[in-house]
């Protein structure tokens, strides 16, 4: 390698951080490429019919590598796939662009003696210290790791929110099948009805915005009538809806007689998924304080600034590798930080809300009016009188020292259980204890 001293070794740092700098630039031409051809499926399944759009949960959970990633694979496999993190977004955004070109100008001033040195009296006094930058450095990183914590933990209480709500709908699906369709299927459909409406009329005002016009079934749990009177409202729609589901349920039970244990039960899950998608909304609608983002936004600039100046002073050809490395790491945080406040919409940690709803709407409905596991003319009495002792084929093997699966055994024919089937109790009358055969 050419010395530091010959005008050709002052010359070839520079032309090498230009030469890298233009071959790094050459990255967003196959990211926005791989983006547009995104952009375009995403377009072409936006046109396509509601009624025919495929929603199937478990592809579009694998095309999101934001849930699915393999953590056995080494660090060197992981940095190459970097399709769905936030290095093309980071890439392809202007502020890296802007901060980069400042370390290059810096640098080239510094080659060709634009900037005077550090050995003269005016470099002295324009220089800057890595001590200096020390201390910018420490506060970026402490206020960016607690911005970036706030962000995942708020991630994840948004994620058992949206789970609960998702679950309370199909327990009540279940409860309304057990309790009131055999008595009264119409009341019991109709509260269903109702109450997935005001669900997905909830999501679509106040948590993200055309998921009901994606999903494509708005029509059929509300009404044309119905959607026309709630338009006139101005609000809490959401909540009238399921006063509806309420009202049609406690009808249902009056005509069937339930008992006020089981009709407390299906008011108490309505009453808790309510709370539940209020709760929801409120915490997306209170993110991190502005105040504090713009402060962050701020440490972080003058810190990478400061970075492209140190290193821009130096004379060797690494020092624009490890600045484009370090202001990806601090850019791309924040961008991934920002993503997970807001986990509703396309980007790649984002919830798949309408694959999830559409999964828990058919549960809802499979659970509510499919028959039951019977074959021919068999009622549950007849398979019941026909089922045997349960043999699962899992023993646990004492000379290995494992359990063994599908290769037991034990013959559950040869014990012949009682005619009431419970288990056999004999009480010792002499210390009046319970043994179990």
Known sequence: L??????????????????????????????????AGKSADGAAGSQRSPSKRSLDGSAARKQRSAFLYDSSAGPLATICRCGYSVVPVVVLSLDFWILASFHLLVNVCFEYGWWPGSRSELGQYLGLEWNDVKVITALTTFFEVFYTNQCFTRYQDLYKLTCKILLLAQQLALELRLVLLEAHPRYARVALRYFLGALLLHLDEHVQPGVAKEIGIGNRLLTQEERAYLNQLPNGRSLVVMHWASAVFLLGAKEAALPPATQKSVITKIEQEYTAMVKLSDTLSLPVPSQYYHLLCLMVVVCVLSWGFVMGASHGIWGLLVFLVAELIFIGMIQLASDMSDPFGDDAVDFPLPDWLAECFSSCAKILECDAFVSGDQSWEARLSSEQRLDLGIEFDNGSGRWLMGSSSYDFTSCTPRADDRVFRERDSDDDTLESD
């Open 2 to 35: 050419p010395g530091s001293r010959g005008s050709f070794g002052r010359f070839w740092p520079a032309l090498v951080r230009a030469g890298a700098l233009v071959f790094v630039c050459q990255m967003p031409g196959g990211a926005r490429a791989e983006h």
